[in-house]
Every structure is written in structure tokens, then in C-alpha cells.
Nanobody, 117 residues
């Protein structure tokens, strides 16, 4: 069982920056594929950014050039660095871990990001 704990959400003005963190409780973190998703009420959860075990990254078109996903395996932590934030980035952001052995999927509890003046 892997527990994921997100932090770093909050209220920020348009154009501002935030960094989200997600710490995994245990296991071979370096082997996990990690993802950040976001969800607004009434809409499906959408993939924002992903990073593989070998640090290949992928981004949703809406955040390319503004968000950066990174990982620190020594700290069992994945980050989402968010710059040039827009009101449409407002959502609950969820951390996700895909564990290869045994194949399992885990979610954090979510952290609220609100972009507003």
C-alpha cells in the first residue's frame, strides 16, 4: 500500500506561481510512474503532467511551457512547478502513482489551487 500526500496548494493571483509536492509513504518510489491530474466540479479529472521512472515527461497542451513536473527519488517526492497561472488552472490537483510490481494505482487526497485576483 502506498500513501500519497499532496501539499502546496493555495490562492494565487493570475500570473503567479505555485509548487505542489507529493510525498509517497513507502516502497520503491524510483520505479513508479508519477502523474498530476486536476479536476473541477462537474468535469472529468484530466491529466496535467506525467513523469516516468526514468524521468521522461509529458504535459497536457493547456499547461505546456508553464508547468514543469520533476521528481526527487531520494525524498520519495514528485513536484509540479506551476508558472504563469491562469484562472482556468483553478482546480483540485491530485497526485497519482502507478506502481509496476505488483501493478497498482494510487491517489492522493488532492490539494486545491485557486487562481484569482
Amino acid at each position: 500500500q502506498v500513501q500519497l500526500v499532496e501539499s502546496g496548494g493555495g490562492l494565487v493571483q493570475p500570473g503567479g506561481s505555485l509548487t505542489l509536492s507529493c510525498v509517497a509513504s513507502s516502497g520503491a518510489f524510483s520505479t513508479y510512474a508519477m502523474r498530476w491530474y486536476r479536476q473541477v466540479p462537474g468535469k472529468q479529472r484530466e491529466l496535467v503532467a506525467a513523469i516516468t521512472a526514468v524521468s521522461n515527461t509529458n504535459y497536457a497542451d493547456a499547461v505546456k511551457g508553464r508547468f514543469t513536473i520533476s521528481r526527487d527519488n531520494a525524498k520519495n517526492t514528485v513536484y509540479l512547478h506551476m508558472n504563469s497561472l491562469k484562472p482556468e488552472d483553478t482546480a483540485v490537483y491530485y497526485c497519482n502513482a502507478w506502481v509496476p510490481n505488483p501493478k497498482s494505482n494510487y491517489w492522493g487526497q488532492g490539494t486545491q489551487v485557486t487562481v484569482s485576483s
